[in-house]
């Protein structure tokens, strides 16, 4: 099993910045890609941007140039550094991990955008 424990997060005005942490534990194999979700009221989970063992980073295009997605493998934490906030971002985002077809999700955490 897997385990996956997220911090940060909150409330931040327009143009804010704003951070979300998550660490891994439990049973990881050498290679599995960590990344974040988020969920709008009412809408499907959505990917935000992850990253690979390797370190190759995927972002959805609304994001990108703003978030910027790192992990350190040792730790085994992901870090989601949001820049530039809108007020379309707020919604509860979730911490991912990807290993051998198994998805593990953390318990979710707000953030919310005020204009």
């Known amino acids: 099993q897997v385990q996956l424990v997220e911090s940060g997060g909150g409330l931040v005005q327009a143009g804010g910045s704003l951070g979300v942490s998550c660490v891994a534990s439990?049973?990881?194999?050498?290679?599995?890609?960590m990344g974040w979700y988020r969920q709008f009221p009412g809408k499907q989970r959505e990917l935000v941007a992850d990253?690979?063992?390797?370190?190759?980073?995927n972002y959805v295009p609304s994001v990108k140039d703003r978030f910027t997605i790192s992990r350190d493998g040792a730790k085994k934490t992901v870090i989601l550094q949001m820049n530039s906030l809108k007020p379309e971002d707020t919604a509860v985002y979730y911490c991912?991990?990807?290993?051998?077809?198994?998805?593990?999700w953390g318990q979710g955490i707000q953030v919310t955008v005020s204009s």
């Open positions: 990253i690979t063992t390797g370190g190759i980073t």
């Open positions: 439990g049973s990881l194999g050498g290679f599995y890609t």
């Open positions: 991912n991990l990807k290993q051998l077809g198994q998805y593990y």
